[in-house]
């Protein structure tokens, strides 16, 4: 097999894998902005999006820190 399909597919995988992970930035990152902009306690605003979402509280707390952190995604350090 030439070397150079090889590079080619790879090439494709880790642009696939950056852009996945991009998505799921992206996705928690607005999460975390509609969470941050709620009213009220924000603790129990968590536990209850927790359960009607069935995600952990930790994941959405994440989700928070990262909006706080970086409320402009154009903010994130770049890099793969």
Known sequence: MKQEILDDIKAILVEGE?????????????????????DGDITKLVQECAVGVGR???SLWYAVKLYQQYPNL???????
């Open 74 to 80: 154009n903010m994130l350090p770049e890099g793969k």
């Open 56 to 58: 952990s509280e930790r």
């Open 18 to 38: 950056f852009a996945h992970q991009m998505i799921l930035i992206e996705a928690y990152h607005e999460v975390g902005k509609i969470i941050s902009e709620q």
